[in-house]
């Protein structure tokens, strides 16, 4: 009697055990499949080629910017929302990179999202920026870079205000603004 209770309680662990690797097998290919599927980088705003790029050392960055922006700019930092110089500025102007002064984005299509960082349905052009697929957080992003410098800006997302359907939502210790009159 007892030999069969422990075969019968062996054989439940074994299927306990084969079920459980089933399922953590599909959730880690389930995983895998969205990981692949938003791992699909916005060519459409990828520039062919910048002719102004300006390269640094660690060290050089470390002395240009204040300790705030090299967070932000060169180890891909966050800045708190709703935390910031340039979240509720109404004034006209151009916003460049903070590092090397590249013209980034116009108020023009600067718009409020409600999400504490000033964000932009457009850059001032195409070859401004580039954009890579950053997978931080177990989440594939759309990251946005400075083209001339590489300096991490923010993130760009697909629920923005037409005419592109784009927020491109940046931390604005990455920008200098300047206004215009």
Request: glycine share 8%; with cysteine; proline share 6%.
């Amino acid at each position: 009697m007892k030999e069969k209770r422990t075969s019968r309680a062996i054989a439940g662990c074994i299927t306990i055990e084969r079920t459980a690797k089933v399922l953590m097998t599909g959730l880690l290919m389930f995983l895998a499949m969205l990981c692949v599927g938003q791992a699909q980088e916005r060519t459409d705003q990828m520039p062919a080629a910048v002719t102004d790029k300006i390269e640094k050392t660690d060290a050089e960055w470390k002395k240009l910017l204040t300790p705030e922006q090299y967070y932000v700019l060169r180890n891909k930092g966050t800045e708190p929302p709703f935390t910031n110089d340039y979240h509720g500025l109404r004034d006209k102007g151009i916003f460049k990179c903070a590092a090397c002064g590249k013209e980034l984005f116009a108020t023009e299509t600067k718009f409020d999202s409600g999400t504490g960082w000033p964000s932009f349905y457009a850059p001032i052009s195409p070859e401004s920026i580039r954009t890579r697929t950053d997978r931080s957080w177990f989440v594939a992003r759309t990251e946005v870079h400075c083209a001339r410098c590489g300096g991490h800006l923010g993130h760009v997302f697909e629920d923005g205000p037409p005419p592109t359907g784009l927020r491109y939502c940046i931390n604005s210790v990455a920008l200098k603004f300047e206004k215009v009159q």
